[in-house]
C-alpha cells in the first residue's frame, strides 16, 4: 500500500479523485486538504467533506488549506461546476465531520514525515498553493516523498492532438486562456515554484490536459457508473448523486467548450498515476514512452508575458515543456493511458464505496 495526501478543490471531478484515492485498496489516503479554485476555500472544504460523508469516509481527516493564490487574487469556476463548486445534484449529504483546525501546510507535513520516506505521494487536483508552501516550509519533504502527481498544464504543439478548438488560425490548448490551463493559471507562481524545484521535478508526474481530455465520461461510462457492472449493487444514492454531477458537468462542458461527447474526467487521473509501479506494474497504467524512448520533461511556467517573442506577452500560466536528453531526469507526462481500465478501476472503487 502507498500512502497518498489529496490536495483539492471539489469541484465535479475532484469528487472522483476522491472516490479513487479513498477506495483504491493500494492506497491508504491519509488525508486531504482543500484550496480555493472551482469554488471558494469555504465551499471546496465543505464538499470534501460532503463527499466523503457520502462514501463512508469520514475517517479521513480534512484540512483548508489557501483561499488565494501565493501573490494573486481568488478566481473561481461557477460557469463550469456552478456557485456552490458542485452544482447538479440535491444528494450531497450534510457532513457529519467537521474540517480539523490545524492549518493544512502543517497537517500535511506531519502526515508525510509520520510515513516511512519514499512511501507516500502528493497528489494536486487544485491550485497547487498549499502544495507549494508545503514545499517552501518544509525542503527537506522534497527528498523524503515518494511522487508529487500534478492535475494541470495544457502542452499542445501535436503532442496528443488533442486540442480546445481554435484561435483564428491558431489552436488553442488551454481551458481558461488560449494557453493556460485553470489550475496553473490562477496560481502559476505556485506551480512555478514547484517545477522549479529539481529534486521534486524529478518525482513529478503532470498529468495535462491534452491527457485528460481523452477520458471523456460519455453517455455509455455515465450508464455503466450509474448500474454498476453486472448489476452487482444496482442504481444507489451515491451513484445516482455521482451521476447527477456528471450530467451537469458535462451540460457546462458541452455548453462552454462545445465538447458534446461527455466531460473529460481530468484530476481521478492524478490518482490513477499513483498506481504505476505498484498495480499490474508489468503493465504500465500510463505511457510515457514515445517510439520506444522513455520522456523527461524540463517544465517551465510562463507567471508574466509570454516565453518568446513569437507570442507578444499573452502566455500567461502556460505551462512550456521541453523534451529533456536522453537519460536526463525530469517531470513525467504521459501521453496518454489505458482508458478502459481507468473506467474499470472507477467503477471497482463504485462498488467498494457501495458496500460501506
Ligand atoms: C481542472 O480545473 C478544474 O476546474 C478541474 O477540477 C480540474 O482540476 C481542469 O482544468
Ligand atoms: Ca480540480
Redesign the pocket.
Known sequence: QIHVWLDC?P????AFAILLAAHLPSIKLIGISTVY??ASLARTTYNALSILTAMGKTDVPVYSGASSGLVRPEVH?PD??GESGLDGTDLLPVPTAKAKDKPAVEAMAEALLKCEAGTTWVVA??ATTNVAQLFMTYPDLAIHVKGLSI??GAIGGGYTNVVMGKVGDIERIG?WSQWA???ILIDPEAAASLFDNPILAAKTVLTP?DV?HQVLATADIQDLLLHGKGCVKGKTTLRTMLVELLTFFAKTYADVFGITEGPPL??PLAVAVCLDGIVGAEIPFFDFVEGGKRERYKVQIITEGSHDEAHAGAETGRTVATLLPDGQEGVKIPRGLDVARFWSVVEDCMERADKI
Open positions: 478543490d469541484g465535479h471531478d475532484d479554485g472551482n469556476a463550469i461546476h487536483t487544485g492535475m494541470g481551458n490551463e485553470f489550475n490536459l485528460t481530468h484530476d
